[in-house]
């Protein structure tokens, strides 16, 4: 029997469950944790990360991976460092459906970006990426939005149809790389915006930072292959944009907390922690002084001063 599934029931997975469900047919919302699954199927309501919002009909809320069988896409909602583990465990569950990496982040110690750590798990599968400005909570209220469904596989005009509703319109890009590259590394951005509101530097402060993080965004995508164009649209400027300038991002939101010295940071899923770390370490001789400062900052080798001082008594320089 076809129909869609999504990996992960928390605040993503859940929305994107709820956007499918939305279609009609059959969804499938798998979470590792049984009793939650099961009180989620009972209540139909994520209480935990999307309160109040019901889970549409045709949604089957699952802790049971035979559920997946025969489903034609699954939606991966997991946070980047869980990915491997993940596949590596259960991929065979995921029959032949075509995998959709919906997680945006570099895997710390190889610097694979999702669909790559798909490709190296379950060689021969089938993948796209989704990714874009958006919070789970404007996608499970059913509010307008716009994402980036990137993919080389021929049919990818098809599954952007099968995946689109009224009110999630999906953009077809043929840059996987770029797209994720994008959707990653604004995250690092994002927990810099933060650092900057957070030691209050003021807006204009920030929106310095924002910009020359894009530029470094569009530096290291480009030379990975990315091209520009991808990283201009909602995948890359679009994302930063969203993600550095609310509080609903995590990103964001802890980079303010970091930056204010509070003690208890959340246990949120933050991605753009070890994205930072990643791409800090894989490319440690390239010129992206805003991404080394944000691993060095969380690695608590330097102050949110010294680190604002330092970028700012680097050498004066031509814009481009
Ligand atoms: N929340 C958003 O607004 C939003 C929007 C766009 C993209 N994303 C991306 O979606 C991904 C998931 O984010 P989220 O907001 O749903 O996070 P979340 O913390 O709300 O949920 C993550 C889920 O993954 C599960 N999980 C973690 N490790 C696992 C493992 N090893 N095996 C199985 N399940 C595991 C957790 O139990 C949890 O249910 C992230 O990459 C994030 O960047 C989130
Ligand atoms: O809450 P964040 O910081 O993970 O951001 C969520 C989405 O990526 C925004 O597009």
Redesign the pocket.
Known sequence: MSGAGV?????????LAMTQGARGGRVVLW???AQAMAAMQAARENAV?LPGVPLPQGVLATADLAALAGLDVILL????Q?LR??LQQTGPALGNAVLVA????VERGTGLLPTQIIADVLPGARTAVL?GP????D?GRGKPTALTLATDLPDGAALQERLSTPVLRLYLSDDPVGAQLG?ALK?VIALAAGMVIGADLGESARAALMTRGFAEIVRLATKQGAHPETLWGLSGFGDLILTCSSEKS?NFSHGIRFARGEADLGG??V?GVMTAHAVSEQGAGMDLPVIHMVSALLKGEISVPRAMDALLQRPLKSER
């Open positions: 990996i992960g029931a928390g605040a993503f997975g859940t929305a979470g590792r944790d990360h909602s997991i946070p980047t869980a583990g993940f919906c997680c945006k982040g990714t958006s919070f789970a909570t996608i959707g995250n995590r949120k899923t991605e």
